[in-house]
């Protein structure tokens, strides 16, 4: 079964650097992802898909804070220079031939 | 521009049927699939459905089969989702997606199902 796994929280302080964790299920972590960002009060937003190579192409207008890497079947998502306006719930997913699959998403406060 | 635009959503009682709209502009629609997706009060975002480029394959997450029915128009550059029998726990935004990796989202729309 395709599965995602993230943490439901994390922080880091302004001007810092985080790095969130997408773990992908046995059997699966050849699987691409993608990294989406919702703030509150606001839609979600798409922030980059990220290949099993570690190879990744991001949304338009999405800063070069953002960027992903892979090891295994992790997936993750940095962001550098931490500004105050990152602090929201940040969902990976991932598709298979009849399915798409959100993680459960990781809150991110920035202290 | 290019956007998704979504509309449709409402107050329906438990049992009652609403129809969701996604109105694209800006891109080649008939070049993209489309998802519904979902995100309940304090809640994570849930995919519903898909819809191929010409619409021949549709695929829906288990909760909504027989229930919910994905379709679109390529002349009318829209997807639509046919929701019958709603539920309590059908009660989210939906939101409108572009491509199996979600590269682009609408602003969304907002299901209550109440009595």
């Known amino acids: 079964q395709l599965v995602l796994t993230q943490s439901p929280s994390a922080s880091a302080s302004l001007g810092a650097s985080v790095k969130l964790t997408c773990t992908l299920s046995s059997g699966h972590s050849n699987y691409a992802i993608a990294w989406h960002q919702l703030r509150p009060e606001r839609g979600p937003r798409y922030l980059m898909k990220l290949d099993s190579d570690g190879s990744h192409s991001k949304g338009d207008g999405i800063p070069d804070r953002f960027s992903g890497s892979t090891s295994g079947a992790d997936r993750y998502l940095t962001i550098s220079s931490l500004q105050s306006e990152d602090e929201a719930d940040y969902y990976c997913q991932t598709w298979g031939t009849d399915i798409r699959v959100f993680g459960g998403g990781t809150k991110l406060t920035v202290l | 521009e290019v956007q998704l635009l979504e509309s449709g959503g409402g107050l329906v009682q438990p049992g009652g049927s609403l129809r969701l709209s996604c109105a694209a502009s800006?891109?080649?629609?008939?070049?993209?699939?489309f998802n519904w997706v979902r995100q309940a009060p304090g809640k994570g975002l849930e995919w519903v459905s898909f819809?191929?480029?010409?619409?021949?394959?549709?695929f829906y997450t288990d909760s909504v089969k027989g229930r919910f029915t994905i379709s679109r128009d390529n002349a009318k550059n829209s997807v639509y989702l046919q929701m019958n029998n709603l539920r309590a726990e059908d009660s989210a935004i939906y939101y409108c997606?572009?491509?199996?990796?979600?590269?682009?989202w609408g602003q969304g729309t907002m299901v209550t199902v109440s009595s």
């Open positions: 800006g891109f080649s629609f008939s070049d993209f699939e």
């Open positions: 997606a572009r491509e199996a990796w979600v590269d682009m």
């Open positions: 819809i191929a480029s010409y619409g021949t394959t549709v």
